[in-house]
């Protein structure tokens, strides 16, 4: 079983559609957790950490489930700029190591 | 101000040759990462620094690959005898304090092709 884990996708879903992934991680002690966003051939980059209560800007909501041992990402009113690949990071212990990168959920936005 | 920077860009190589990768982190930045990402994959780790630390060298997939970084600035990625596989993208990130895994901020990559 690999360490985090998410569907690839690909999700194709209207514009202003809201659509949700999870994100799973099999290291019960992972303390950090994140989401990047990566567009095409470009590197990725943060785009919301994720908190043991929940955590929302604006239109995305990041939810943590210790209990399940997953991470989700929910996006309302979805934009046309949404399509990307988004990454789910965990972070199991203070080595560089345990930085896991999950391989990334395709969205494709379409009009 | 400046991010973090890399070159090349791109760099096309034959089987057998070694090559060099540079990274420029954002100034201030202690802790430095390398990544490989192949074509339609996730981001494999490879090395991590932080400060003067000794470097974080369990991802490194051989021992053909090897990094440097001159105290808290640029870093090396070398890669000895370059094999097909080896093709993919290097990405490197910074980050200013890795013990609370602040946010990464990743170069744009160097996209690596060995034919």
């Known amino acids: 079983r690999k360490e985090v884990e998410q569907d690839p996708g690909p999700f194709n879903v209207p514009e202003g559609a809201t659509v949700a992934f999870n994100c799973t991680y099999s290291?019960?002690?992972?303390?950090?957790f994140f989401w990047y966003r990566q567009d095409c051939r470009k590197e990725p980059k943060l785009l919301m950490s994720?908190?043991?209560s929940g955590n929302e800007d604006g239109r995305f909501t990041a939810q943590l489930n210790r209990a399940s041992q997953y991470i989700s990402l929910l996006i309302r009113d979805s934009k046309l700029s949404d399509s990307a690949t988004y990454l789910c990071?965990?972070?199991?212990?203070?080595?560089?190591?345990?930085?896991?990168f999950g391989s990334g959920t395709r969205l494709s936005i379409r009009p | 101000g400046a991010g973090v920077s890399q070159s090349p860009s791109n760099k096309v190589t034959e089987k057998g040759k070694d090559v060099e990768l540079r990274c420029d982190p954002i100034?201030?930045?202690?802790?430095l990462y390398w990544y490989r990402q192949r074509l339609g994959q996730g981001l494999e780790f490879l090395i991590y620094?932080?400060?003067?630390?000794?470097?974080?060298k369990s991802g490194l997939p051989s021992d053909r690959f090897s990094a440097e970084r001159t105290g808290e600035s640029v870093s090396t990625l070398t890669i000895q005898r370059t094999q097909q596989e080896d093709s993919a993208v290097y990405l490197c990130?910074?980050?200013?304090?890795?013990?609370?895994?602040?946010?990464?901020?990743f170069g744009p990559g160097t996209r690596l092709t060995v034919l």
């Open positions: 990130a910074s980050s200013f304090d890795h013990l609370e895994l602040r946010e990464q901020f």
């Open positions: 290291n019960s002690a992972s303390q950090s």
């Open positions: 994720v908190y043991s």
């Open positions: 990071v965990v972070n199991g212990n203070s080595s560089a190591s345990k930085i896991i």
């Open positions: 100034s201030g930045h202690t802790a």
């Open positions: 620094f932080q400060g003067n630390s000794a470097p974080d």
